[in-house]
């Protein structure tokens, strides 16, 4: 289970009238990446896909480098070692906005909204930047609008964000992301603080978005919500992954069992996965609570 | 040979000086990520304070040094932390440096209230163990200078011990590394942070008494402007590195003891001892590794709505209206002075887009406003609007080369560069360019058709139309698509590079049509009474335009004019009242100082209070219409 | 304007406040001292003699704004001390008729029409009297040169004439820096000349404090060039530069009598005068040169004035004022010719000897008056 496999999507669609992923469908590629602070290894060669027609989830207990992952890919980290491609392009020493550029949308786990905002102009701002930078752009008031109805934001749409609720807060940054009509959608944590139905609503969306074309990469505490949306999941432990493949097939593996509940794991394999000291934290195992 | 060590030990003991205040300025922004402005006043109250003690009151020497610099001081700079730092933490930058500033400005006109410069008393602080020297290298390095060394020394020393072994350091460095894990590990955040500006304070005190006795005459401004050079090093140890700003500091006494030694004594460098470290800063700010783009605060800031067009139209008609009554009633040197408040308004109105807009700090406004100015009086002859095309292009020329390399940094970084280049300005060119022995360049009237601008009256409305128009420019912009762009730059830095925008791009181009901007006001500037000197535009005024706007909330466009209209009454209030100088001086020290807790600025918590009167419904335009209660939205009635 | 039957109104405008440390109080003093002395003779024809001061805040706008607030208001400006005199100079040219008696610094303000000065020295000139005398008293040593001074405008002008007129009697100056004005470590310097050979230490577009320091370094280095350190002429300087053994020997000279020291005070009574009257005025006021050319300049104004007779207008002051050729304050100052603008070729040589400045080759009551200008 050690070798990161994705099924690559379903024929090959397309965004903007460019190809969205590299010969197989596949759209972000992270090839062997590692990234240390100080001594402490964050990220030990990492590599994962992500393709469109679908969700690709990433999971794993806190501390696990999934934000450093996120940051490797949009360029605001460098990594010591690996590559990131993006649509079979090498993303190399490229700026985030460069990045970005390239269609490349991300939002993030401390919420970084345009606080003195309202809920409008944060989508509509994003739009406005894409139209900045992009030929193909649509009307960014129009782009605004239809993404406030997409997304379930309409009723707080005067609001300034710094006045509403962090779980919806987070939907407006996921629709700025969106504004920029990316081909890659990072997100980072977008169902914290959300009810029930708000999280389905939003699990909708993004299958919704996946069988459209973009390629999105899910991070997500709420384990259920992941298995309930991916086609494709990785688990990231103490920096490494652990464990990818279909929701069903990662559930089971007793590796992931072992990181989440803190059990040793029964075979032997490569170890330090899953050791005392990542457990606790996560607040659903695999199947089980809400 | 022995030349070169002469220079050497010169050096050394000239760079103790820097090392050793630098190392207070380290100490206080460790653990609280706030550069003391102020240091340098710090410094001078305390040889003030020790000169009244031994000289006035004839205290024994030991006695008066224990009360100055382990008491007083440190008991000066807890307060300091309580008072004034602890409520900016978290605050964005320009609040920070003017808050520093302001308690600098308020530590002057304090000082000059307390000891003000008499021609009768010469102040002067015998060095210590006068009369003897020591014999090294052949030069005679006098006693005092061997005990600044030791003392300097024993500080490093002292303090690397402190922060390595000791309980207390030990803590401060973890609250500096990681508060949230030091706090959990019982270290309590808020005491260390007061026992570093306590320390702090006692190093400023302990630098002022070893500086005072070297410069002759106690003098209050010398004092306090020498010991802002202490920035230098304290960059150069990247702000927390204190054995990088010792070594700092020395490098720097050699640096000026060697051009001075070793250049040709009328060459450019040989004059410019402040220069020196001003370039060794702006190199030094350069070279640094690029921050990493950090999370910006979740909140946004507290910005007030810009009016809507047809608001701010009516607001412009009124105001020209009122310029023109006021043009009728008031003449000589009161309409002189309107006429300098609404060009100065200008000025004010370029920080109000660089700061109060996109969130960037300029601690060298003044500047571009002097290049202005320059650029009208040669170019600008008859009033020809060549002069203002020149005026703005050139400064914002100048302000784009700025940005060009100041860009990549962020937040203090970028202030301090600003600062490097005002005050290389104030050396490469204010000084040599504004007419012979600086007497002044002679500026003309811009000559607008259908404007008699020879007549104080016409120039004054001109003034006052230009300022109108660059306001309601200036919301028109903050309306719209600019305005949005530059709110998100300021909120979120990082999501807006994740958006495709090219930050270091619209960074640049704020900058430079800042510059721009003060540039305009610049090429009015001078018209007023027909000659333009440099003194204007020295940094210190950049400091002070700086506070002034933030003092009128930074983002309002009213608050801009208010304060730029009392920034040209002050002095001439005071030719009336001359107590007034210091006490104008305390004031504006003070208003800085609530800036901590009132960053909207007075301006701010006045449109506050507008929004809130006028709008009844409970609906303020700035505020929420719902209230959140757990995390669910209940609306303001239900 | 300004006249009325009782009282005249005058306006002194100097700079009392402001980021220079020079403050121009002096002259507010001085001119006060000597109109109080007039006044307490009667005044002139009955009129006393009223001193309205104004503060120009060193700065160019405030000294326009002063001037421009005072110009309809009163009879003349006398015995004020501004550094910003070009920016009063604007105004003025705009008020020819309003008289003006006081020493300015600036090419702009000398070049007034209504303006005299009982020093009207042109920036970049001097008289070369004293440089003369001690190029034959100190032969091939004034070869060799050194001066510190700093770069600021004013000092910057002055510096100028002094090496002009210097170096058009033969001296050479061999190490000249300007340094910043906020230096105050010129150890670097005292080696350099040391090593550079220079023989005399000159000082005199500096202030006294910077003076004191690089004095007291040189003394410190057991070096013993020949100081000429006109500047050094202040009340305060044995005590600035550590004590009468580190003033011993210092030479200087000026284009005006040592108006604080009792010596001249006992020979010239007008230095007595003086020196009475300031006490009277401002106990604790040093006795200072803006002070002493506050004296002065009120003295060659009232000297007009009385010339101008009971019925004096404005005019008829500048016409008295055109018609002052020689003025020397009775002997307080050099002679120089004010009427024509002429500054003055006369000067005293001193040593600090003792502790105390002494007259050296030059006559108790009177001045050595072979100087040119040049420049």
């Known amino acids: ?290 | 040979m022995s030349e070169f060590l002469t220079y050497t030990i010169i050096g050394l003991v000239t760079g103790c000086i820097y090392a050793l205040t630098a190392s207070g300025l380290v100490v206080t922004y460790m653990t609280t990520g706030i550069l003391n402005f102020g240091h340098g006043a710090v410094s001078m109250v305390a040889a003030f304070a020790y000169w009244q003690l031994t000289i006035e009151w004839h205290m024994p020497v030991l006695l008066a040094l224990i009360l100055v610099i382990l008491v007083g001081a440190p008991v000066f700079g807890a307060l300091l932390e309580r008072l004034l730092m602890r409520p900016l933490q978290g605050k964005p930058v320009e609040l920070q440096v003017v808050v520093t500033v302001g308690l600098l400005i308020f530590l002057l006109g304090l000082a000059n209230l307390a000891w003000s410069p008499a021609a009768s008393a010469t102040r002067t602080l015998p060095r210590f163990f006068s009369g003897h020297s020591l014999k090294l290298a052949s030069v005679f390095v006098d006693y005092h200078s061997i005990v600044v060394v030791a003392v300097a020394v024993a500080v490093a020393i002292g303090l690397r011990f402190f922060f390595s072994v000791s309980r207390t350091g030990v803590a401060m460095r973890a609250v500096v590394d990681n508060p949230g894990l030091a706090a959990m590990a019982g270290a309590r955040p808020n005491r260390i942070a007061q026992f570093s500006w306590a320390l702090g304070a006692a190093l400023a005190a302990l630098g002022g008494v070893l500086l005072a006795p070297l410069q002759g005459a106690l003098n209050i401004d010398l004092l306090t402007l020498t010991v802002i050079l202490a920035i230098v090093p304290a960059v150069i140890g990247r702000l927390r590195s204190l054995p990088l700003t010792v070594a700092g500091g020395l490098v720097i006494g050699l640096a000026v003891t060697y051009a001075v030694g070793y250049l040709p004594p009328d060459s450019f460098v040989a004059k410019a001892q402040t220069a020196i470290p001003m370039v060794i800063l702006f190199v030094a700010l350069v070279l640094l590794r690029q921050e990493r783009l950090r999370s910006g605060r979740v909140t946004g800031m507290t910005i007030a709505r810009a009016p809507s067009l047809s608001r701010s139209l009516v607001a412009a008609g009124v105001f020209i209206v009122v310029a023109v009554v006021v043009s009728e009633l008031v003449s000589g040197v009161n309409l002189g002075t309107a006429t300098r408040g609404v060009v100065l308004g200008i000025a004010f109105l370029s920080l109000v887009l660089l700061t109060g807009y996109a969130g960037q700090v300029s601690l060298g406004q003044m500047t571009f406003v002097g290049t202005g100015a320059y650029a009208m009086a040669h170019l600008g002859h008859h009033g020809s609007l060549v002069g203002v095309l020149a005026a703005v292009a050139v400064s914002g020329g100048l302000g784009a080369l700025v940005a060009i390399f100041a860009v990549r940094l962020r937040g203090l970084y970028l202030a301090l560069s600003t600062l490097a280049f005002a005050y290389a300005m104030d050396y490469i060119f204010f000084d040599q360019h504004f007419g012979p022995y600086g007497s002044g360049l002679s500026v003309d009237r811009l000559h607008v058709p259908g404007l008699d601008t020879t007549s104080d009256k016409g120039f004054f409305i001109l003034g006052a139309v230009i300022f109108a128009l660059a306001g309601v420019g200036l919301l028109a912009l903050r309306r719209g698509r600019y305005g949005r762009r530059l709110a998100a730059l300021n909120d979120s830095p990082q999501a807006c590079a994740t958006l495709g925008v090219n930050i270091a791009y619209t960074k640049l181009a704020v900058f430079s049509a800042s510059a721009a901007l003060a540039g305009l006001a610049g090429a009015l500037y001078g018209g007023q009474q027909h000659l333009v000197t440099s003194a204007d535009f020295q940094t210190f005024n950049s400091l002070v335009l700086l506070l002034l706007v933030l003092l009128g909330g930074k983002s309002l466009v009213s608050g801009a004019l208010a304060t730029a209209v009392l920034y040209a009454l002050f002095p001439v209030l005071q030719q009336h009242v001359p107590s007034l100088s210091n006490i104008q001086y305390v004031l504006v020290g003070l208003g800085a100082l609530t800036l901590g807790r009132n960053p909207e600025g007075l301006g701010g918590q006045i449109t506050r209070l507008r929004d809130l009167l006028v709008d009844r419904s409970g609906r303020a335009e700035s505020g929420p219409a719902w209230t959140v209660e757990g995390e669910r939205l209940v609306g303001a009635d239900g | 304007m300004g006249v009325t039957a009782n009282a005249i109104q005058i306006a002194n405008v100097s700079d009392l406040s402001g980021p220079v440390p020079g403050l121009f109080q002096g002259a507010v003093v001085g001119t006060r001292a000597y109109l109080n002395y007039v006044n307490s003779q009667g005044g002139v024809y009955g009129r006393q003699l009223d001193l309205q001061p104004v503060d120009s805040e060193t700065d160019c706008n405030q000294t326009q704004n002063a001037y421009n607030s005072e110009v309809n208001k009163v009879f003349a400006f006398v015995g004020g001390f501004a550094l910003y005199d070009n920016c009063a100079a604007q105004v003025l040219s705009q008020h020819t008729s309003v008289p003006s008696v006081q020493y300015m610094l600036s090419a702009p303000a000398l070049a007034l029409p209504n303006n005299f000065s009982v020093d009207p020295i042109q920036p970049g000139e001097y008289t070369n009297g004293y440089f003369k005398y001690y190029n034959t008293k100190l032969g091939g040593d004034v070869q060799h040169v050194g001066t510190v001074y700093p770069n600021i405008p004013s000092a910057v002008a002055q510096e100028q004439g002094f090496q002009n007129s210097a170096q058009s009697v033969g001296w050479k100056f061999i190490y000249t820096r300007a340094a910043d004005a906020t230096e105050t470590n010129f150890q670097t310097d005292v080696i350099r000349m040391q090593s550079d050979g220079v023989k005399i230490v000159f000082l005199a577009a500096t202030n006294a404090e910077n003076a004191a320091i690089l004095i007291s370094e040189i003394r410190q280095q057991n070096w013993n060039p020949v100081i000429i350190a006109p500047v050094a002429y202040a009340s305060n300087f044995v005590q600035l530069v550590g004590g009468q053994q580190a003033a011993e020997g210092i030479l200087g000279a000026q284009l005006f009598s040592l108006f604080f020291n009792a010596s001249d005070a006992s020979a010239i009574p007008e230095v007595a005068l003086f020196q009475q009257w300031m006490q009277r005025t401002a106990p604790s006021q040093a006795l200072d040169l803006e002070g002493m050319y506050g004296w002065a300049e009120a003295a060659l104004f009232v000297k007009a004035l009385k010339a101008a007779g009971p019925r004096a207008t404005r005019t008829s002051l500048l016409a008295a004022l055109h018609g002052v050729k020689q003025f020397s304050d009775n002997g307080m100052i050099g002679q120089a010719d004010p009427g024509d603008r002429q500054p003055t070729n006369c000067y005293v040589l001193w040593q600090i000897h003792n502790g105390q400045f002494e007259r050296v080759d030059t006559s108790t009551s009177s001045y050595r008056c072979d100087g040119t200008m040049a420049s």
């Open chain 1, 1 to 290: 289970m050690s070798a990161p496999t994705a099924e690559p999507a379903t024929g090959a669609s397309s965004v903007g009238g460019t190809e969205v992923g590299d010969g197989d469908g596949v759209v972000l590629r992270v090839e062997d990446v590692s990234v240390s602070f100080g001594g402490i290894r964050a990220l030990h060669m990492v590599s994962l896909a992500a393709g469109a027609g679908g969700v690709t989830g990433l999971i794993g207990p806190n501390g696990a480098g999934k934000t450093t992952l996120f940051n490797v890919i949009t360029g605001l980290e460098k990594p010591a070692q690996g590559r990131v491609r993006l649509g079979g392009a090498d993303l190399s020493g490229m700026a985030p906005h460069r990045r970005a550029r390239l269609g490349m949308a991300r939002t993030f786990q401390r919420l970084e909204v345009f606080g003195s905002l309202s809920v409008r102009d944060n989508i509509l701002t994003g739009a406005e930047f894409h139209r900045s930078w992009s030929r193909h752009a649509e009307d960014p008031a129009s782009v605004t609008e239809e993404i406030l109805d997409r997304v379930g934001l309409r009723a707080v749409a005067d609001l300034r964000v710094d006045a509403i609720p962090t779980g919806m807060a987070r939907l407006v940054e996921l629709g700025r992301a969106l504004a920029t009509r990316p081909r890659l959608l990072l997100l980072d944590e977008p169902g914290s603080g959300l009810d029930e139905n708000e999280s389905e609503d939003l699990g909708r969306l993004l299958i919704e978005l996946g069988e459209a074309g973009v390629a999105v990469l899910l991070v997500e505490h709420d384990v259920d919500l992941v298995m309930r949306i991916s086609r494709t999941v990785f688990v990231l432990d103490f920096g490494r992954i652990i464990a990818s493949g279909s929701p069903s097939e990662v559930q089971a593996d007793p590796h992931v069992r072992a990181a989440y509940l803190g059990t040793q794991p029964s075979t032997d394999d490569g170890g330090g996965a899953g050791s005392a000291g990542s457990a606790g934290s996560s607040s659903s195992g695999g199947g089980g609570g809400a």
